[in-house]
């Protein structure tokens, strides 16, 4: 019998499971694909001579991590590497909103934009290298973070404090509006919290705008040599050197409750795994109360809020083999790995309204990715291993468009909306789509059957809004792994800090069952001492 069972090895149920075999912990670790990392894979699907990252590419968050640095993955094989730019933000008119990890480089680029940007620009930076330290530890541990939030809130003070403070929770617009004259850094920003589902007038947006590009200006967005599921494979090899048990194409149907504990799991075919002190899920929320844990294991108010769990937007997303380099019209955006793909500000608003308004975007909001730009083994010298994902509705009511597209996303929509994809990266770089060999689309419902945690496609496990962070995250006061059910804790994005490729809901979870198992044996052994003092014995 293991110690604990983890379902699912995504990165953070890998972490996890890490972690607790560093604690001496055995491990079974159970898997619904053939084979292990969640959204962190890479095939050759497009075509046999390229590499395709299947979902997640770029890892900012990771390389920012103190948990991954601290499991020594590059001891069991991880490398990275960096693209000559970190990302660009191009415009029709071929200028250019440059991001690099040499900050001169990227204030010489806003000043282009506007005189005296760049200047701003080293100013934001300034602020992140100040606070930087403890806004990481506040973000990759347990919420809530008292140590790092309490330094955190020294530091504010002297930097500004409550000013500071209204500039993190100010819409991105805003904050761009009161930083920069020109375009250039307002674009950066808010591309930027377009990784999420963070409109450019969602309040909040412009502290994740700003945290994204400073993690961008500090870390980069590097890449695994070799393709995404190279992390996923020293995560693995990890593992294994430390005895743990990775079982691929088994499904958890069930989490095994008895008076009121995790016990065990079972799954699809009608296997019990028991687990002898926890079970750890790195399944969304929603699969998690009321699926794979019985509704009358659950408190009322825990399944009343669960009606009211929001999901950050659905992806859809195209991979490319291209017989050559893009051809940009602004030639600045030929060295960046990331390429963020609107007209201005003013088109991210539309964009964001019109998922708002369930509406199919006809100029959708594009991240592009260039993968042998960022990593030269993933295709042929000359050619391009690229991809791109934009939003749409999780429900669709109209096609912006006007080609009537419903949401159903079969064969014929798919192509649709694949074409569209491709326009609107052509408005950028004329001449793409000639250079395309081969394609394959990733719709909706194909990323949720390759990865069920992508339910409907969505990316970060539930909104990054303010309403669902923090101790809202997952469901109202609560932003910890533990849940109603002992021994049970929730190990994926769905639990504080949230999306993004970085551990730490893993290892939250992790320590949360370790220290849960250290203060229950310690009571067992302070009531056994208690009754032998009843008795007269020595102690």
Known sequence: MPDAVVIGAGPNGLVAANLLADAGWSVDVLEEQPEPGGAVRHDSGVDPDFVSDVFSSFYPLAAASPVLAGLGLTEHGLRWSHAPHVLAHPLSDGTCAVLDRHVDTTAASLDVFASGDGAAWRRLHDVWESLRRDILDALFTPFPPVRATARLAARLHSAGGLRLARSLVLPVRRLGEEEFRGAGGRLLLAGNALHADLAPEAAGSGGYGWLMSMLGQTYGFPVPVGGSGALTDALVRRLRARGGNLRCGR????????????????TADGETVPARRAVLADVSLPHLYGGLVGPEHLPAQVLDDLERFQWDFATFKVDWALDGPVPWRAGEAAGAGTVHLADGVDELTRFAAQIAMGQVPDRPFTLFGQMTTADPCRSPRGTESAWAYTHVPHDV?????????????????????ADRVERQVERFAPGFRSLVRARRILAPPTLQ????NLHGGAINGGTTALHQQLFFRPVPGTGRPETPVA???????????????????GANAARAALRRHFLSGRTRLQRMLAGRDRTGAKR
């Open 487 to 505: 021994g049970l804790f929730l190990a994926s994005a769905g639990a504080h800090p949230g999306g993004g490729v970085h551990g730490a809901p």
């Open 397 to 417: 009511r109209a096609d912006a468009g006007d080609e009537g597209l419903t949401g159903g996303w079969d064969a014929r929509e798919q192509e649709i909306m």
């Open 251 to 266: 499904r958890v149907s069930r989490v095994v409750v008895r008076d009121r504990r995790a016990v065990a799991v079972r």
């Open 449 to 452: 059957s390759l990865d069920a």
